[in-house]
């Protein structure tokens, strides 16, 4: 192995960290607790070097985002290929999508909420995002209904679950009405 390629192995590795903190921090004590002095101390690097793997805050959070959209789509995929008929499927997308804001509401936020530097929806959004998006079109495709576009429609099924997502973890719905929440929104969205 030469030189240069242990360097660059240790830059991805750092680099690696620098993410890893942070989305760590960010789910302990919120992304206001996320800066760049606290991450240096964390990862006992200097502030430079945090510097030379990122600009600062707002590119770290669309590090952490790029992520957590991996996983999301992994964890969409992962419950809709378990499921059996398309009803099932769909169920088990939003039960998914709403678990996945539980368990991450750091990483949820990162992808959905807030400023990564990120475009969305356009022809150069990265494909973690477009990916996560692909793994909601493929299970909501099927369900959106004759002469329905099946991206918008998917849009408009998204929007419920980020809408479910986001009140739920401000606490203005009552988490025992969530799984009824999720029936009536496959319910009266999806044609099954």
Known sequence: MSVQERKERERAARERLIVATARELAEQKGWDAVTTRRLA???EYSQPVLYSHFSGK???IGA???E???ELAVAVRAATGAADGSRARVTA???AYLDFAVRNPAVYDAIFQLDGGLPYAQE???APLKDAFAALLECLGEVAGDG???GLFTEVFWAALHGLATLTRARRLLPEDTERRVQLVVDRLAVV
């Open 148 to 150: 329905v576009h099946s």
């Open 41 to 43: 101390e964390r990862i």
């Open 93 to 95: 997308l939003a039960r």
């Open 124 to 126: 150069d959004t990265p």
């Open 68 to 70: 957590g959209a991996a």
């Open 64 to 66: 952490v985002a790029l």
């Open 58 to 60: 707002r590119e770290i």
